[in-house]
Antibody, heavy 120, light 108 residues
Framework: EVQLLESGGALVQPGGSLRLSCAAS????????MSWVRQAPGKGLEWVSG????????HYADSVRGRFTISRDNSKNTLYLQMNSLRVDDTAVYYC?????????????WGQGTLVTVSS | DIQLTQSPSFLSASVGDRVTITCRAS??????LAWYQQKPGKAPNLLIY???TLQSGVPSRFSGSGSGTEFTLTISSLQPEDFATYYC??????????FGPGTKVDIK
């Protein structure tokens, strides 16, 4: 059974930093691309960042480029999101997502999410 | 970036109703479209990918159609557990994907 368990969410002041982790199990982690998707309170879904299975290719939404860094440790089956220079509008639940390719890409499995609150 | 719109943004329906949600893309995306269901406090759940392929384990009352710029999600007979918010997602520009604004399905 695929399991994705996010952690690291917290209350942080504007300008602060936080690192999210996503522990993956139930599948061969090193074979799959992964992504982070966030959802601000009462709002819709926003793709944040994606990483290839080897970690050699990374991509970011314009809203976080230069402030967030996605990475992975395939030996630990863990995905990370380093978030720097946090802003109030980064407040959201952050979901870790396993990306699958079968005729097209799709976001097949989602973690339960971890809440990041940016406030003074 | 490819933009998605959904209509309606909210709909009120009864158990047993046939429900249709439309998703439109700002440019052609072939069949690179997925649909998700999200219940309050829960993560989104994949229903449909490649515009019309039912994800494993999803009830057959859900179906998807369309290609290019216009897509639909249909629930053939609404069940109590289907009251939720539904999002479309374009993956034509993967990994830089975008989501529609959502359609909330509520109980009439």
């Amino acid at each position: 059974e695929v399991q994705l368990l996010e952690s690291g969410g917290a209350l942080v002041q504007p300008g602060g930093s936080l690192r999210l982790s996503c522990a993956a199990s139930g599948f061969t982690f090193s074979s799959y691309a992964m992504s982070w998707v966030r959802q601000a309170p009462g709002k819709g879904l926003e793709w944040v960042s994606g990483i290839s299975n080897t970690g050699s290719n990374t991509h970011y939404a314009d809203s976080v480029r230069g402030r967030f860094t996605i990475s992975r440790d395939n030996s630990k089956n863990t995905l990370y999101l380093q978030m720097n220079s946090l802003r109030v509008d980064d407040t959201a639940v952050y979901y870790c997502v396993k990306v699958v390719y079968s005729s097209t890409w799709h976001f097949a499995y989602w973690g339960q999410g971890t809440l990041v609150t940016v406030s003074s | 970036d490819i933009q998605l719109t959904q209509s309606p943004s909210f709909l009120s329906a009864s158990v047993g109703d046939r429900v249709t949600i439309t998703c439109r893309a700002s440019q052609g995306i072939s069949s690179y479209l997925a649909w998700y269901q999200q219940k309050p406090g829960k993560a989104p759940n994949l229903l449909i990918y490649a515009a019309s392929t039912l994800q494993s384990g999803v009830p057959s009352r859900f179906s998807g159609s369309g290609s290019g710029t216009e897509f639909t999600l249909t629930i053939s007979s609404l069940q109590p557990e289907d009251f939720a918010t539904y999002y479309c997602q374009q993956l034509s520009s993967y990994p830089r994907v975008t989501f529609g604004p959502g359609t909330k399905v509520d109980i009439k």
